[in-house]
C-alpha cells in the first residue's frame, strides 16, 4: 500500500535547553512514521584534541565542553587520570569536590527549575513571563542559582570554568574561615530549597509512564557523586570499568545522531535527577528524604515530569550535604597529592548534573593523553527521549502542529537536555528528503 | 507601548559552550532590570519567543565552524545594527581551534563511526574573520562585569571601557607574589589581556591566556624568559595554542618557537 498523506512537523530550535537542536516529526496517513532529534550543533571533536595534551591541562580543556556544568567534566577527567596514574586523592580532597559539585547541581538545578522548565508548567514562554506574574518566586530561584554559583567562585575562583581543580586534588584549597563566612548564605539556600521541593511537588503534572530503565551510580554510605558502582533499576550492577561493555554510543543509519543504548538488547535508559533520586533514596539527607516523602510522589517513579520534582530534591540535599562539609570542614598543608609522569590507562564516571558521565583517557610515559572517550549524559538519554516522544505523539495527533510541537518541547525539558555537552549530535535528515 | 522605544537585543549561538550566554543569565542581581531596559527577542536558552529581526543589539557566542553557521552568521550582520561578540570562541575561534593545526579529516575519523556523515569546515574561526564585529568582549568565560558594562555604555551611547592592559597589572593589585617570577611557573598573564581577576595565579597557578592576546604583547620575549626558567618548548607551545590559540599574536609566536633552532 502506497502513503497517501505526509504531514511533516518540524521544529527549526528547541528552546529553554543549552545548546542547539530541532525535532522533526513525520506521519504517514496519520500513523507517526518518524520522530527524531535534529541536533546541528557543530561538533567540536574534543576527543580528538585532547590528543598529545598533558594530562594536567585535561581538566581545563574539557570544562568547556559545557559552560553549565564545568565541575562534572573536570571531576570525571581527574578522577579518571588519577585512576590511570595510580593516585588517590585524601579524604579532605574528596569532600572538598563533594562540595562543589553540591555548589554546581545547585546552579544547574536553579537554573533548570526556575528559568527553563516552570515557565512551562505555567503556560508561559520565559522566566520573563513568569517574573511578571510570579516575582518573588523567580527572585527566589535567581538567589538560590547565585549562590551556587558564589559556592563554585570561592572553591574554584570563577562559577563559569573554574580554575582550582587540578588531578590529585586542588591548586588551592580555602581556609576553614571562608567556608564558614559563607554558611549563613547556604542555610538561607537550604530553606529556599525547601520552599522550591514544596512548590515543584505541588505543580500541576501531566500524567505520563513509561517502562524506564533507570541508571545511575550508586554508593551505600552517600548518595554518589564522585565514585561508586553503575546500578540500574533493571538489577545491573557493574564497576565502572564495565561501562563500555554494558552500554554502547550507536550511529543509526537513519540519523547521524549517536545515541547510547544497553549493548545486549539495544534498549534505551535513562540518566539524570529522576534516575538517581529512584536509586539512591536511602542515601539521600534526611530534609530531602522528607522532601521527598512529603511530595504526594510514589518513589520509584515512572513519570518523566517527576523529574522537576526529583531536581528539587537533590537541591535540597546539595545544600545539606554542603553545610555538613563547610561545619566539618578542616584545611590541610597540602592541597594535592603529586602526580608522577607514567604511563597508565583509567575511566570514571561521576554524576553531572543532567545524569551519569562518562571519561576515559590513556596517557603515555609522556604525561601526554594518547586517547580520550567522553560519554555525556545527554548522548545517554537521547535515545529515551525519542522513545517518549514516540509514545506521546500517537495520543495527540488531534492538535494542531503548533500544539504537538509545544508538548513535545515540554517532554524533551524534562531531560535538561545539555546539546553543547553532546559533542557527537549532528544535523540529520531522514532518508529520501 | 513602551516596548517600541526599547532596544531589541538578540543573543545568537555558533559552535560553542553556552557558558558566555550563561554569564547573562547569571547577572542575577541585574537580570531583571536588563530585560526592563532592553527587549530580550531572540535568546534560544531563555525564552520560546523569537523574532527574525532586525536587532539593535546582537550578542554572538561561538565560533565558525560550519557552512551553515557561516551562512547564518552573514544573515546575522545583515539584522543587526551593532553586533557584539562574547568569548574566546567567537573572538579568536576558541579551544576548538586547536584543530586548525591539525588534519581535520582524521579528527572525524578518531571521534565519529561514520566520519562521512560529519559536515565541518576545517578550520574553527572568529567571527570577526566573516563579517564586521562592532565590539569584541574576550574571555574564556567572559566577566559578568564587562558585559554588564558593555550592555549598558551601549544603552547611554558611550564608548565601553575595558582594559587593555595584562593580567600582571591586575595580579599586582590584588597583592599576589608572582606565580612566574617565584615559583618560576609556567605564566601566560603578562601577554593576557587584563578581565579574570587574575584569577588562575591567585589559585597558585600560571595564566592560561583565556582572554586573549593583550594590545601589543611581546610574546617572543615571554617566550624567551620561560624556556630560561626551565619550562620546556612543547609546554610553551601548547599553552600558546590552547584557549585563544588562534589569536594571529598567540599562534604566530607557537609558531616562530616551534621553528627556532635550538
Known amino acids: 500500500m502506497t502513503t497517501r498523506t505526509i504531514r511533516s512537523i518540524r521544529l527549526e530550535a528547541l528552546t529553554r535547553v543549552e545548546g542547539e537542536g530541532g525535532l522533526l516529526i513525520e506521519l504517514h496517513d496519520g500513523q507517526l512514521q518518524n520522530v527524531a532529534l535534529d541536533i546541528y550543533e557543530p561538533p567540536r571533536f574534543f576527543e580528538a584534541f585532547l590528543r598529545g595534551r598533558s594530562f594536567r591541562e585535561v581538566p581545563d580543556i574539557t570544562a568547556r565542553i559545557c559552560g553549565i556544568c564545568p565541575v562534572a567534566y573536570q571531576m570525571s577527567s581527574v578522577h579518571a587520570i588519577e585512576s590511570a596514574l595510580d593516585v588517590s586523592p585524601t579524604p579532605e580532597v574528596r569532600a572538598l569536590r563533594r562540595l562543589l559539585y553540591c555548589a554546581e547541581w545547585i546552579e544547574s538545578h536553579a537554573l533548570h527549575i526556575y528559568m527553563l522548565q516552570a515557565p512551562d508548567l505555567y503556560g508561559l514562554e520565559s522566566v520573563v513571563a513568569l517574573a511578571a506574574q510570579q516575582p518573588d518566586l523567580v527572585r527566589q530561584g535567581l538567589k538560590l542559582k547565585k549562590i551556587g554559583n558564589e559556592l563554585m567562585a570561592l572553591l574554584g575562583g570563577r562559577a563559569v570554568h573554574p580554575v582550582s581543580v587540578c588531578a590529585g586534588g586542588f591548586y588551592k584549597v580555602p581556609t576553614p574561615s571562608e567556608l564558614q563566612a559563607f554558611r549563613e548564605k547556604v542555610e538561607w539556600a537550604l530553606t529556599a530549597s525547601l520552599e522550591t521541593a514544596k512548590f515543584a511537588s505541588a505543580l500541576p503534572l501531566p500524567d505520563f509512564r513509561a517502562e524506564y530503565e533507570f541508571v545511575a551510580l550508586s554508593h551505600p554510605n552517600e548518595y554518589a557523586m564522585n565514585e561508586g558502582r553503575i546500578v540500574s533499576s533493571a538489577g545491573l550492577d557493574i564497576a565502572v570499568e564495565d561501562y563500555e561493555q554494558t552500554f554502547t554510543e550507536q550511529q543509526v543509519p537513519h540519523s547521524t545522531a549517536l545515541h547510547s543504548v544497553r549493548s545486549d538488547r539495544g534498549t534505551s535508559y535513562m540518566v539524570g535527577p529522576l534516575a538517581r533520586v529512584n536509586l539512591n533514596f536511602k542515601q539521600l539527607m534526611p530534609l530531602a528524604r522528607d522532601a521527598a516523602e512529603n511530595s504526594g510522589i510514589t518513589w520509584p517513579s515512572f513519570n518523566p515530569y517527576v523529574g522537576i520534582v526529583a531536581r528539587a530534591i537533590e537541591l535540597v540535599h546539595a545544600c545539606e550535604e554542603s553545610l555538613q562539609i563547610i561545619n566539618s570542614y578542616q584545611q590541610q598543608a597540602k592541597a594535592n597529592v603529586e602526580c608522577p609522569v607514567r604511563a597508565g590507562e583509567g575511566c570514571a564516571a561521576t554524576e553531572a548534573p543532567r545524569g551519569l558521565l562518562y571519561h576515559r583517557y590513556r596517557i603515555n610515559e609522556k604525561g601526554l593523553v594518547e586517547f580520550a572517550k567522553i560519554v555525556p549524559p545527554t548522548a545517554q538519554n537521547y535515545r529515551r527521549m525519542e522513545d517518549d516522544l514516540r509514545l506521546l505523539i500517537p495520543k495527540i495527533l488531534k492538535m494542531t502542529d503548533e500544539e504537538i510541537v509545544a508538548r513535545c518541547e515540554q517532554l524533551v525539558r524534562n531531560y535538561d537536555p545539555c546539546i553543547s555537552c553532546s559533542t557527537h549530535f549532528l544535523k540529520l535528515q531522514f532518508k529520501g528528503q | 507601548m513602551a516596548n517600541e522605544t526599547k532596544p531589541r537585543l538578540a543573543v545568537y549561538k555558533l559552535a560553542s559552550c553556552d557558558g558566555c550566554q550563561l554569564q547573562i543569565l547569571n547577572l542575577e542581581d541585574e537580570l531583571l532590570d536588563i530585560v526592563g531596559a532592553v527587549e530580550v527577542v531572540y535568546f534560544l536558552e531563555a525564552r520560546s519567543q523569537t523574532s527574525d529581526g532586525p536587532y539593535d543589539i546582537t550578542l554572538v557566542e561561538g565560533s565558525v565552524t560550519t557552512t551553515h553557521d557561516l551562512e547564518r552568521l552573514r544573515d546575522l550582520r545583515r539584522k543587526s545594527q551593532t553586533l557584539i561578540t562574547i568569548g574566546a570562541c567567537a573572538s579568536a575561534g576558541g579551544i576548538q581551534a586547536i584543530r586548525n593545526m591539525q588534519d581535520v579529516e582524521e579528527y572525524k575519523r578518531a571521534v565519529y563511526a561514520n566520519p562521512a556523515y560529519i559536515q565541518t569546515l576545517t578550520q574553527s574561526t572568529p567571527v570577526a574573520a566573516h563579517v564586521n564585529v562592532d565590539f569584541a568582549i574576550n574571555g574564556c568565560p567572559i566577566s559578568k562585569e564587562q558585559l554588564l558594562e558593555v550592555i549598558t555604555s551601549l544603552l547611554i551611547g558611550r564608548v565601553p571601557q575595558l582594559p587593555t592592559y595584562s593580567v600582571c597589572v591586575e595580579c599586582k593589585r590584588k597583592g599576589n607574589v608572582c606565580v612566574l617570577v617565584a615559583s618560576g611557573m609556567a605564566c601566560l598573564g603578562p601577554v593576557t589581556q587584563a578581565g579574570c581577576g587574575a584569577v588562575c595565579p591567585s589559585f597558585n597557578r600560571g595564566c592560561f591566556g583565556c582572554y586573549g ?47 627556532a633552532p635550538l
Open chain 2, 213 to 259: 592576546p593583550m594590545e601589543s604583547p611581546n610574546t617572543d620575549s615571554l617566550c624567551q624568559a620561560l624556556l630560561t626558567k626551565g619550562v620546556s618548548r612543547a609546554e610553551i607551545v601548547r599553552m600558546l595554542n590552547g584557549f585563544t590559540g588562534w589569536a594571529e599574536e598567540f599562534h604566530s609566536a607557537a609558531e616562530r618557537l616551534e621553528k
